[in-house]
């Protein structure tokens, strides 16, 4: 291959993570709402009919679809579509760092602002009921923390001959943080709570 033809190929990338394009992307919402002592953060709990974690506390959210314009637009449609709410009625939608979990996914957070005159009307296949807890609680309390391990398991076949070290190669492991927030008989944990402890390092 010419250099010419290189350096154009060169000239026309746009960096992004490597290999998230087969990533799965997903955006999610903080819902906040005004109530008479101040901001409150809403959470759903999953609808028990629902495949993957059912009964878990979350924010709205899911995968991104093509229609979407962006992750914003995503994070909203998603929002409106589980709460039954009017795009008007969400408002001062800003976004947060975005996620790279190990598990080959992306996840796009944005807090915003339900409207004091909006009525929610849930989407019974999707969630089963809601709940509030002030934004000071979280100011007050910070989360516990625990960590996972991650093992290297390479599979049956892996060319150990092929690498320095062989069977003995010293890999190179990690661990994930698991983030717990606990509010009277509710237990907010996992992603949901990782993205509400950066939220709130955000605004203090």
Request: net charge negative.
């Amino acid at each position: 291959m010419a250099q010419e033809k290189i350096i154009a190929k060169l000239k026309q990338h746009i960096p992004t993570i490597l290999g998230s394009k087969n990533f799965s992307k997903y955006a999610v919402m903080i819902p906040l709402i005004l109530k008479e002592d101040g901001v409150h953060v809403l959470f759903e709990v999953r609808s028990l009919e629902l495949r993957r974690q059912p009964g878990e506390i979350c924010f709205p959210g899911g995968r991104i679809d093509v229609n979407d314009s962006d992750e914003k637009a995503a994070a909203i449609r998603e929002t409106m579509e589980e709460l039954g709410l009017s795009s008007n009625e969400i408002q001062e939608v800003y976004p947060l760092d975005y996620m790279v979990s190990p598990f080959g996914m992306i996840v796009y957070p944005f807090a915003g602002f339900i409207s004091e005159h909006a009525q929610i009307k849930l989407n019974p296949a999707e969630v089963g009921e809601v709940f509030s807890v002030p934004l000071s609680f979280f100011f007050e309390k910070e989360p516990e923390i625990y960590q996972i391990e991650l093992k290297m398991e390479p599979e049956e076949n892996f060319p150990f001959d092929l690498i320095v070290g062989g069977e003995n190669y010293n890999w190179r492991t990690r661990g994930v943080e698991e983030y717990f927030y606990l509010y009277e008989d509710k237990t907010i944990w996992g992603l949901t709570a990782r993205i509400l402890s950066h939220f709130i390092e955000l605004i203090r």
